[in-house]
T-cell receptor, first 113, second 113 residues
């Protein structure tokens, strides 16, 4: 089955700096890679996703890159703001695996003013 | 007009008791899920249903029994609760089975004493 590793487990950045979170996956059949943000005490919410036919996707201050050959994908947050403080989860799933999302262990991002 | 709702939000109970968590979605989605988030924030899928049919049944003790009376509802019944069952349980739904955003409910924090 799929195994997703996520690094770092915690990330402290100054407001305005960039944050990068990296994930690797094991199953070469995986072709859907979402990122979820979970604020303290709240539900996980999708912030961006990428499919295997795309190498990069951007949405305002967040971007995701995918390297299928190396089986890794990354989340980039630019110009970080205090409201970016949260736990971020990467996930992977092969589209023929009945929607089973395999989540990484999460990254606690703390943005200090 | 909450998209995915769960009840109760908090559940405190004694070991050995039986309890249920209810989930409802008003998004018209075909697929619903149960996830368990442990104290280290790790998110792991437990079950998924598509059109009331069980699709994913992860390695979960058979004390956990999901029930989907219709497409909009997925309940979780837990028998003989154990200390290790303490966690936050999230319900989620998606429009389809594969490669698509999952919408999470607010979570149910279960504490077993």
């Amino acid at each position: 089955g799929e195994n997703v590793e996520q690094h770092p487990s915690t990330l402290s950045v100054q407001e305005g700096d960039s944050a990068v979170i990296k994930c690797t996956y094991s199953d070469s059949a995986s072709n859907y890679f979402p990122w979820y943000k979970q604020e303290l005490g709240k539900r996980p919410q999708l912030i961006i996703d990428i499919r295997s036919n795309v190498g990069e996707k951007k949405d305002q201050r967040i971007a995701v890159t995918l390297n299928k050959t190396a089986k890794h994908f990354s989340l980039h947050i630019t110009e970080t703001q205090p409201e970016d403080s949260a736990v971020y989860f990467c996930a992977a799933t092969p589209t023929d695996n009945w929607g089973k999302l395999q989540f990484g262990a999460g990254t606690q991002v703390v943005v200090t003013p | 007009d909450t998209a995915v709702s769960q009840t109760p939000k908090y559940l405190v109970t004694q070991m050995g008791n039986d309890k249920s968590i209810k989930c409802e979605q008003n998004l018209g989605h075909d697929t619903m899920y149960w996830y368990k988030q442990d104290s280290k924030k790790f998110l792991k899928i437990m079950f998924s249903y598509n059109n009331k049919e069980l699709i994913i049944n992860e390695t979960v003790p058979n004390r956990f029994s999901p029930k989907s009376p219709d497409k909009a509802h997925l309940n979780l019944h837990i028998n003989s609760l154990e200390l290790g069952d303490s966690a936050v349980y999230f319900c989620a739904s998606s429009l389809a089975l594969v490669g698509i955003e999952q919408f999470f409910g607010p979570g149910t924090r279960l504490t077993v004493l």
